[in-house]
């Protein structure tokens, strides 16, 4: 079974489309993320939820919005999406929300906006 | 703020020669410190972490690290390197603010020739 599974793996889209990534985890942990890689392979968080709750928020455009239905679950909602948007999106998970926690990684969505 | 710098965005070593990946990391207080890897199409996976005690940790894969705080680093060490840990290396730094907030280094992609 798939720890941290996401769903589409990949993802085309035209400019100004609304579009969703969907994310599951099924190791029972307390808290989810959101992470952005870029062209270059930086890594930025931009979001954080521990049991359902939003704890992480990072300077991200209102565009996105997380939704975490149940602590098994982050989903990623884009709006009026934007050539820059262009990126692999992870999802993760961890046991609890402290520093020293291990990030369990979903295998990425890579989204291109034409 | 935190940050972390890797050097050497490009590395290639023999089949069975050792492996040194440099992390050079900047924080205020004591930093939690990870390594991660990526494989090609995959998510990241935690190869180890270190916060306090022994300054050399080991790891999965036979990978181990020393945090030098003298430094600033945490280097990641392989004795013998296998074909099969060609992959993308992060380091990451975290602490500030309580919660599960790394800051990823840019990544060092291991090349492995036969």
């Known amino acids: 079974d798939t720890a941290v599974s996401q769903t589409p793996k990949y993802l085309v889209t035209q400019m100004g489309n609304d579009k969703s990534i969907k994310c599951e985890q099924n190791?029972?942990?307390?808290?989810m993320y959101w992470y952005k890689q870029d062209s270059k392979k930086f890594l930025k968080i931009m979001f954080s939820?521990?049991?359902?709750?939003?704890?992480i928020n990072e300077t991200v455009p209102n565009r996105f919005s997380p939704k975490s239905p149940d602590k098994a679950h982050l989903n990623l909602h884009i709006n009026s999406l934007e050539l820059g948007d262009s990126a692999v999106y992870f999802c993760?998970?961890?046991?609890?929300?402290?520093?020293?926690?291990?990030?369990?990684f979903g295998s990425g969505t890579q989204l291109s906006v034409l | 703020a935190q940050s972390v710098t890797q050097p050497d965005i490009h590395i290639t070593v023999s089949e069975g020669a050792s492996l040194e990946l440099r992390c050079n990391y900047s924080?205020?207080?004591?930093?939690?410190l990870f390594w991660y890897v990526q494989s090609p199409g995959q998510g990241l996976q935690l190869l180890l972490k270190?916060?306090?005690?022994?300054?050399l940790v080991q790891g999965i894969k036979g990978f181990e690290a020393e945090f030098k705080r003298s430094q600033s680093s945490f280097n990641l060490r392989k004795p013998s390197v296998h074909w099969s840990d060609a992959a993308e290396y992060f380091c990451?730094?975290?602490?500030?603010?309580?919660?599960?907030?790394?800051?990823f280094g840019t990544g060092t992609k291991l090349q492995v020739i036969p």
């Open positions: 939820y521990n049991n359902k709750e939003l704890i």
């Open positions: 190791l029972g942990h307390d808290t």
């Open positions: 993760a998970s961890s046991p609890g929300q402290g520093p020293f926690e291990k990030l369990f």
């Open positions: 990451a730094v975290g602490g500030s603010g309580g919660y599960q907030k790394v800051t």
């Open positions: 924080y205020g207080a004591t930093p939690y």
């Open positions: 270190y916060f306090s005690g022994d300054t």
